[in-house]
Nanobody
Framework: QVQLVESGGGLVQAGGSLRLSCAAS????????MGWFRQAPGKEREFVAG????????YEVASVKGRFTISRDNAKNTVYLQMDSLKPEDTAVYYC???????????????WGQGTQVTVSS
């Protein structure tokens, strides 16, 4: 079992920045690829960014590439999502999740956090 707890969400103006954190406990953190997903009201949960277990491979979707950066600190069992140049359309609940391999589909992830709300005002 892996327990995931997100933090760092909040209300920010367009153009601002937030850094989300996801603290993991339980089984060996370095063995899991980590992903960030988001879900806006009335929409499907969508993949935002992912990182391999060792941190050597990252992937961000086109809509956030150049604005969001995923990273991890395996010594702290924590994965981060640095979000810059935020837009109102980034408003959503953001979730972190753990998978055996880096993937973009929610079904590949076995463990999920409870989510943290990000609201970007115009």
């Amino acid at each position: 079992q892996v327990q995931l707890v997100e933090s760092g969400g909040g209300l920010v103006q367009a153009g601002g920045s937030l850094r989300l954190s996801c603290a993991a406990s339980g089984r060996t953190f370095v063995g899991y690829a980590m992903g960030w997903f988001r879900q806006a009201p009335g929409k499907e949960r969508e993949f935002v960014a992912g990182i391999s277990g060792g941190g050597g491979t990252t992937y961000e979707v086109a809509s956030v590439k150049g604005r969001f950066t995923i990273s991890r600190d395996n010594a702290k069992n924590t994965v981060y999502l640095q979000m810059d140049s935020l837009k109102p359309e980034d408003t959503a609940v953001y979730y972190c999740a753990a998978a055996n391999n880096l993937a973009v589909v929610p079904g590949a992830y076995h463990y999920w956090g409870q989510g943290t709300q990000v609201t970007v005002s115009s």
